[in-house]
């Protein structure tokens, strides 16, 4: 019995491995290709056959949603301790989200739109916002719903590439010009 234990994880390893091999060879064709790529290319490129992607993900719908549940920024990997300070928290959120973007913008750049994108760090966007109320470090008549907003749109893909210009900016150059747009929000 431990043996057999020992070979289904040798198995599922080598799933594993196949799975990953999938998802590297869909992300370079997505990026280079955009959603027109074919599960035939992707399978050709990570070496397996059409029905093996199809059998991991279902569908290129699959595929693409399993991309775009990976491609967000920080991995699906835990979340880094908040800052005390939510002023800093609010530099330390921008400077992750522009150093997040910066991998891979031509990726980024074809999944913004994706469905499984959307309100993507909303909640965060908020408690950092409520934290900013609470320690009254909002400027006067900044409401929390504004502050998430701004939040929002500060840490998003589409104000990182619009500013990043193709790497004409760095992204701690771009993550400077954000924050000190959202610094409007406070006092």
Not at 23 to 37: I, K, M
Not at 76 to 81: A, I, N, S, V
Not at 93 to 113: K, T
């Amino acid at each position: 019995m431990g043996s057999q234990r020992y070979r289904l994880g040798r198995r599922q390893q080598g799933v594993d491995r196949t799975r990953s091999g999938i998802l590297a060879a869909a992300r370079e064709l997505l990026a280079e290709a955009g959603p027109e790529f074919s599960l035939g290319k992707v399978a050709v490129r990570a070496g397996v056959s059409r029905i093996t992607v199809y059998n991991q993900f279902g569908s290129k719908a699959g595929l693409i949603d399993q991309l775009a549940a990976r491609a967000k920024p920080g991995g699906g990997g835990p979340e880094p301790e908040p800052e005390s300070e939510p002023r800093h928290e609010l530099k330390r959120r921008i400077a992750g989200a522009c150093a997040a973007w910066a991998v891979d913008p031509g990726l980024y750049r074809q999944l913004h739109g994706h469905p499984s994108w959307a309100n993507q760090g909303a909640s965060a966007d908020r408690a950092l916002a409520e934290s900013l109320a609470v320690a009254d470090q909002l400027r006067p008549g900044c409401s929390i719903k504004e502050a998430e907003d701004v939040i929002g749109i500060t840490t998003s893909f589409t104000a990182f590439d619009r500013l990043h210009q193709g790497g004409r900016r760095s992204a701690s150059a771009v993550a400077e010009i954000l924050f000190r747009l959202a610094s409007g929000l406070l006092r």
